[in-house]
């Protein structure tokens, strides 16, 4: 069924293309471009009217009443609004540009639509995806946390995204700034099992656009998916609808590092509804990334604290991969002083002066010889240290 | 008949000898002003004459023409009334040419005859080419700086015709008030811990690098900016003069009367327009913040909040030293010989500052960073990054190094620059840097393997370099630039608002 999409080759002259030789993708699409179209509204449609074609036919032909009562409530601006927009739109020229991008498009009515999202309490009605949406088969893993993550954060994100793909596990994740771009980066770079990508905007477009290298990876190595057609930009609105449907596909949801309130913490609900196992992975008291992430532990989530802990809550075995030995050459005796002042919370070179007491050169020196070492790094001015890779 | 007075005009930082030229002959009662009189110079017509009214003199009820030479140079301001006055008295025949010989003036005058100071006697005196000057009397110690034995004051017009026609003598000058000639500074002493950003403040002060603090509210980046100024060394004779004149161009007080002997501190609120910032305006042509902290220190508090032209306007200013201000109606040269001090915060919210600490959208940080420009940015040799102190460092009751010592070590470095004959360390050419800071294998590896990851831009080294040769003349080790030397200059160039967001959305494929 997802193959359909591609059996139909897009004509290069749209006016000429038959309406009926359009393949449903072509429809879902322009169905979902109807303002005020919503998973819930388009579910409806698409139950009374399974082929999408027919959909579109009612809309611009058939009784609004009818419409109406599918919907379950009258709504006439509404309805009105569709009706131009479907008076107005030629279906092929839409389905031309969406089909252009590599966008593909399945709806839930369809057999093909992936069945953990289909027996959801809140689905989506259309699923738009660029890749190969089979890889949504196997065992699956949501990785998400806050967009101002720490170094802490960016580098564990990055480890479990490489571990658990390498174990056969994808990654669920959202492309967004900080820990999600940091899971997928680690997925991506093991070219293991495929990752998944849940997005808030049209396919058409990157955002944000600094994963826009990664968001071709994804696409290439798994699937990017999203809810919003070709050309629709992120609402505020698309992120937690976005959220629910990241839980909804996941296994199990880990959290990396969260701030006490973010759309981590609304993934993590919208996991709770659907019974999927949330793990947390502990972070210091001291810092604010990690508020979330620590309430949720004192709630009685399951600490994450290595990628073996996820595996065994899958059920699958540890993996048993012990990690990598250090390769970073051993810190001087004065760099081993720097690092134990540093501690695992960034700090300002300022702060590490006050700590130690040294003179600025002394510990200009070391900051400099241990970041070339690979032991710290700095952003913004800030000092963090970085785990074993 | 004809009655020539001198007297001066401003234009910008600058004076212009203005010839008063006076010509009262029979006809219809009138006055009128030729040579591109202002209109504060128009209106002198009303000051006048109410002026010589009140001294018991007499309105010429004749034809009274008065012509500001040279013609085609617009002449401006009040500081004309007092030669208008008594060329009209000569032109009219109630004193005598003779009385006026060699006599220059310069004051406003009030209705009811007194002499009032003018704005930017200074630059005025220094042009008037007669062998004594009559100002008003709290002019005369600023004018009797440039132009000592010519100048002299009195209360009132009257008093002044009296000395000119009688045998009455000019009144004594007035005593310089005594003040301490120590500005008082905030002291470094008050600063508790910060070591880091102390350090940066006194590689700024010796090698004259303009520095950037980035930091959350309440980490102190205004209090140390505030200590800078008190680190840099008095102004040399010269520099002295030519910082006098720009501030008394721009009507500031000058301090105790006289010159200003110490580095300014200007620190102009972020509503500042780039006129200004920059120097200019329609009518005069002023000074701006920019100039009048020229051989100090120009503070920017609030970076981000400034005006990203305005900021931007401050570019060629830095890099050349100097300030071309260009009008229709003429251009003016202000020196822009500063050392720039920045603070902001390091987002909207100012966070926590540390990563992971702030509540701002994406969107929001990037707009902010945005404002400040890369290029600014690149002007910043020193980025120190404020965290708030620890409280154990707050509560100490260890006092810090005190300003006076740390200037010590500052002068020093200077004195070094000067015996190498070159400018202070931040303003060395590439082709200077070469023979001045040469560097040892270990720092060139250090130097290498920063371009190599991306660190440096080649603009970026050369700075590095010139803030190296500083921490290097500040620890006393001459020759050759160590390792350590250029990974200290390393962490204090820290690029504090890295990861700037691009504008557009962009479509795949």
């Known amino acids: 069924m997802f193959a359909e999409s591609q059996l139909w080759a897009p004509n290069p002259s749209p006016a000429l293309v038959d309406p009926l030789a359009l393949p449903p993708a072509a429809w879902l699409t322009a169905l979902a471009s109807m303002p005020g179209a919503g998973p819930r509204r388009l579910a409806r449609l698409l139950r009374r009217w399974p082929d999408p074609a027919e959909a579109w036919r009612a809309i611009l032909e058939g009784d609004p009443t009818d419409i109406h009562h599918t919907l379950g409530k009258r709504n006439t601006p509404l309805v009105d609004s569709w009706r131009r927009f479907v008076a107005a739109n030629d279906v092929a020229e839409l389905w031309q540009l969406s089909s252009d991008c590599g966008i593909g498009a399945v709806g839930c009515t369809s057999p093909a639509f992936p069945s953990m999202l289909a027996d959801d309490p809140d689905p989506p009605a259309v699923l738009f995806h660029l890749g190969n949406p089979d890889v949504i088969a196997g065992p699956r893993v949501g990785i998400v946390g806050t967009r101002k993550c720490t170094r802490y954060g960016h580098d564990i994100a990055k480890t479990f995204g490489r571990d658990l793909a390498l174990a056969g596990v994808a990654v669920v994740s959202g492309l967004a700034l900080g820990v999600d771009a940091a899971a997928h980066q680690g997925a991506v770079d093991a070219h293991a099992a495929p990752p998944i990508a849940v997005v808030a905007n049209g396919l058409d477009s990157v955002y944000p656009r600094r994963n826009r290298q990664l968001w071709t990876d994804v696409a290439e190595a798994g699937v990017v998916l999203s809810e919003a057609p070709y050309g629709q930009s992120p609402e505020r609105w698309r992120f937690p609808a976005r959220n629910r449907i990241i839980a909804a596909l996941s296994d199990i949801v880990v959290v990396v590092e969260s701030h006490e309130r973010g759309g981590s913490m609304h993934t993590v609900t919208e996991a709770a509804l659907r019974d999927v196992p949330v793990m947390a992975v502990p972070g210091p008291i001291h810092s604010s990334a990690a508020e979330g992430t620590n309430e949720l532990l004192r709630d009685g989530c399951a600490p994450a604290c290595s990628v073996d802990d996820v595996l065994i809550e899958l059920g699958m075995v540890a993996s048993g991969r012990e990690s990598s030995a250090e390769t970073r050459p051993d810190p001087t005796g004065q760099q081993r002083q720097v690092l134990d002042a540093l501690g695992w919370l960034p700090a300002t070179a300022e702060q590490l002066l006050g700590r130690l007491r040294w003179s600025v050169a002394e510990l200009g020196a070391c900051l400099v010889a241990l970041e070339t070492a690979g032991w710290i790094v700095e952003t913004n001015g800030w000092f963090e240290r970085v785990a074993r890779g | ?509």
């Open chain 2, 1 to 509: 008949m004809l009655a020539t007075v001198a007297s001066a005009s401003l234009s910008g930082a600058q004076g212009w000898p203005v010839g008063v030229e006076v010509h009262v002959s029979g006809g219809m009662p009138s006055f009128s002003i030729v040579g591109l009189p202002d209109t504060s110079c128009r209106e002198a017509r009303d000051r006048v004459r109410a002026a010589l009214l009140s001294c018991g003199m007499e309105w010429p009820m004749q034809r009274i023409t008065v012509n500001l030479s040279p013609t085609g140079v617009p002449a401006g301001g009040a500081g004309l009334d007092l030669a208008i006055a008594l060329a009209v008295l000569v032109a009219s025949e109630q004193i005598t040419p003779l009385a006026i010989t060699s006599v220059g003036a310069l004051a406003e005058l009030g209705l009811d005859g007194t002499l009032r100071p003018v704005p930017g006697v200074l630059p005025l005196v220094d042009v008037i080419a007669a062998d004594t000057v009559v100002v008003a009397r709290s002019n005369h110690i600023e004018a009797d700086l440039v132009a000592p034995g010519l100048v002299r004051s009195v209360h009132t017009l009257g008093e002044l015709i009296d000395i000119l026609t009688g045998d009455v003598a000019w009144p004594a000058p007035p005593e310089a008030p005594e003040v301490a000639d120590e500005p008082n500074h905030p002291d470094m002493a008050d600063v508790r811990g910060q070591f880091f950003a102390r350090f940066a403040l006194e590689v700024a002060a010796a090698g004259g690098h303009h520095l950037l603090f980035v930091g959350p509210p309440g980490g102190g980046k205004s209090m140390l900016a505030r200590r800078l100024v008190g680190l840099l060394p008095p102004l040399d004779r010269e520099q002295s003069l030519l910082v006098s004149r720009i501030h008394s161009a721009a009507g500031e007080l000058l301090p105790s009367r006289g010159f200003i002997r110490h580095p300014p501190f200007r620190a102009p609120h972020h509503g500042a327009s780039s006129v200004s910032l920059i120097g200019g305006g329609t009518a005069s042509m002023r000074p701006g913040e920019l100039s009048l902290a020229s051989d100090g220190v120009l503070f920017l508090d609030e970076l981000g909040e400034f005006g990203p032209s305005t900021l931007d306007a401050l570019r060629q200013p830095l890099e050349e030293g100097v300030v071309r201000v260009a009008r229709a109606h003429g251009s003016a040269t202000f020196p822009a010989n500063v050392l720039l001090v920045g603070a902001m915060n390091p987002c909207p919210c100012g966070g926590a500052g540390s990563p992971g600490g702030c509540r701002c959208s994406e969107a929001a940080r990037s707009r902010y960073h945005r404002r400040i420009s890369g290029p600014l940015l690149d002007r910043f040799d020193l980025r120190i990054t404020v965290a708030r102190p620890e409280p154990a460092e707050l509560l100490s009751t260890e006092a810090g190094e005190a300003t006076s010592e740390v200037r010590d070590r500052v002068l020093r470095v200077r004195a070094i620059a000067a015996e190498r004959g070159t400018p202070p360390n931040g303003q060395l050419s590439p082709l200077e840097l070469e023979s001045v800071a040469p560097l040892t294998a270990g720092a060139r590896a250090v130097l290498e393997q920063a371009l190599a990851e991306q660190q440096l831009s080649a603009r970026g080294l050369h700075r590095v370099r010139a803030v190296s040769r500083t921490v290097a003349d500040l620890l006393g080790d001459e020759g050759e630039l160590e390792a350590e030397h250029v990974q200290t200059a390393l962490v204090l160039r820290t690029d504090p608002l890295a990861g700037g967001r691009p504008r557009r959305r962009q479509h795949v494929r």
